[in-house]
């Protein structure tokens, strides 16, 4: 079925329906390929704020991004620059990542609008003033108009918005030319033998990226494409059905005495279950090489464009 639907990304007028949903539909570009919602309406504060992922939080949950954040990939991704270059992360979060390049050496600031996360970041990881409460339109009033970046990270933010082309755009604006630009986002290209994980729809997920989809995109916006690395982990699939078991099990138990308060409640259980994570891990690595020497993308990817 044709839809008379502008592609935000491209502007092809033209898009076919992929996905029926409640209150959206999944429409796919004849032009880029990319996939969308409409309406494109994302979820608001007051719907993050009541979503089972984003609802709870405790101080382990900045301990457990901490760990995350200290991971080969970022490790290889800062080294591309020199020590002491200015980066800044865009939907930060508890600034986890920024935390990360400050004890590598890096003059590094995030921006987030949540002010529980900002809060969290600035008191548990003592980042104080580096975190900064708001919208990164407002980010140039904040800094300064000389201010530029020798690094810009938006990871897992572009498939959240309404307006791709304007966040790239806003991005641009407080990079250094010749800088780096990166992105990860969820590859609508992976094997998805688990079906998608719960958060993969609006207004939550306005868009799916595939790597050919996004690469274009960007170059089209002026930028230089670096690299591009595809997630090929066994354990993403045992993830997802993990994630998804769990969320059905709490959105039936809500309001009982079984609501998603208990299943979180004991810091040691939430503990062994990153263990138990970091273990499957450990026993899938044999599988994820199978996976990355047959080219076979699992959950995410990660590209890596230049200004210029």
């Not at 020199?82 to 865009?90: F, M, Q, R, V, Y």
């Not at 970041?121 to 300064?144: F, P």
Request: charged fraction near 20%; include cysteine.
């Amino acid at each position: 079925m044709i839809r008379q639907t502008p592609c935000p990304v491209c502007n092809c007028p033209e898009s076919s329906v992929t996905e029926v949903l409640e209150n959206y539909t999944i429409l796919t570009c004849y032009a880029c390929g990319l996939l969308f919602a409409d309406p494109m309406h994302a979820g608001n504060c007051s719907f993050y704020n009541k979503h089972i992922a984003y609802a709870q939080s405790a101080p382990s949950d900045v301990v457990n991004h901490v760990r995350s954040a200290n991971k080969q990939a970022n490790r290889r991704l800062i080294t591309m620059l020199p020590k002491g270059s200015k980066i800044l992360d865009i939907g930060c979060g508890y600034g986890a990542f920024v935390h990360f390049c400050v004890q590598q050496g890096y003059n590094a600031y995030g921006i987030d609008f949540s002010r529980e996360h900002i809060t969290a970041g600035r008191e548990m990881l003592g980042l104080g003033e580096r975190l900064i409460l708001g919208d990164i339109k407002e980010l140039r009033q904040i800094v300064g108009q000389d201010k530029k970046f020798k690094l810009v990270t938006l990871f897992e933010i572009i498939e959240h918005v309404e307006n791709p082309r304007g966040l790239i755009q806003d991005a641009c604006e407080v990079l250094d030319m010749g800088g780096l630009l990166v992105l990860s986002c969820p590859n609508e290209a992976r094997w998805q033998p688990t079906r998608r994980i719960f958060v993969d729809h609006p207004p939550h997920h306005l868009t799916r990226w595939r790597p050919d989809t996004l690469r274009r995109f960007l170059e089209n916006e002026g930028f230089e494409h670096v690299k591009t690395e595809v997630e090929s982990s066994f354990s993403d699939f045992l993830w997802v059905l993990y994630v998804n078991y769990s969320a059905r099990r709490r959105l039936a138990n809500i309001g009982s005495s079984e609501d998603i308060g208990a299943d979180t409640r004991s810091a040691n259980v939430r503990k062994l279950k990153m263990f138990s994570f970091g273990l499957l891990k450990l026993l899938c690595l044999p599988f994820n090489l199978g996976l990355k020497v047959a080219g076979i993308g699992t959950m995410g990817m990660r590209m890596i464009v230049r200004k210029v």
